[in-house]
């Protein structure tokens, strides 16, 4: 079955130190995201990348980052930089033009809690 | 920026008809996406228009008017399963931006038996 997980669901980490979620999709799809959500908020932006070792910086790339090189990989790590990392993380993919449009299809996410 | 803005909460009961309102200010316009999102889940695609219109698919609707900048998404029967977060999001078409969803804050609805 074709699909994006991510791994692990939930996810402790303490203070200061970096830590990398996975994503990986098997749609064959060229576009890839990262969402950070917050309770009661909608979905920002961290990072996304168009195609295979290309990526562009979303709304709140700071203390993040990500790295492309195969296309069915698009990991993220929090650095200790991030000041306030605990939230829950989605991992996206699109193709660009698809029959809906750009529709995204997102993974199950990470719940983070820095400790 | 984008300005996406939708209401925060709404509740109803169920067996009833609820519309879910979302106003936008964008420049490059290229679609509008529904998404339905239950507690600590992944959002999930509900609906996109692109022209004006209503797009009817079984209880739910989705209607755009790109002139105003509106869309509404439309429950009919509602049901307890339908209580989650529903999420406006705006496609993009320029450049670099090509393929980014700008979404909303999110409307929780509540459904009551």
């Known amino acids: 079955d074709g699909g994006i997980t991510q791994s692990p669901k939930y996810l402790f980490r303490k203070e200061g130190q970096n830590v990398t979620l996975s994503c990986e999709q098997n749609?064959?799809?060229?576009?890839m995201y990262w969402y950070r959500q917050d309770p009661g908020q909608g979905l920002r932006l961290i990072y996304y990348?168009?195609?295979?070792?290309?990526?562009q910086k979303g709304d709140i790339a700071e203390g993040y980052s990500v790295s492309r090189e195969k296309k069915e990989s698009f990991p993220l790590t929090v650095t200790s930089a991030q000041k306030n990392p605990t939230a829950f993380y989605l991992c996206a993919s699109s193709i660009p033009s698809g029959p809906a449009g750009n529709e995204q299809f997102f993974g199950p996410g990470t719940r983070l809690t820095v400790l | 920026g984008q300005n996406i803005d939708q209401p925060t909460e709404m509740t109803a009961t169920e067996g009833a008809i609820v519309q879910i309102n979302c106003t936008y200010q964008?420049?490059?316009?290229?679609?509008l996406f529904w998404y339905q999102q239950h507690a600590g889940e992944a959002p999930t695609f509900l609906s996109y228009?692109?022209?004006?219109g209503l797009e009817e698919k079984g209880r739910f609707s989705s209607f755009l008017s790109r002139s105003k900048g509106y869309s509404y998404l439309l429950l009919k029967e509602l049901q307890m399963k339908d209580s989650a977060s529903y999420l406006c999001?705006?496609?993009?078409?320029?450049?670099?931006?090509?393929?980014?969803?700008?979404f909303g804050r999110g409307t929780q609805l509540t459904v009551w038996p």
């Open positions: 999001a705006v496609s993009m078409k320029r450049g670099s931006t090509l393929g980014r969803l700008y």
């Open positions: 990348s168009q195609i295979v070792n290309d990526f």
């Open positions: 749609l064959n799809h060229d576009a």
């Open positions: 964008t420049s490059g316009f290229n679609g």
């Open positions: 228009n692109v022209l004006d």
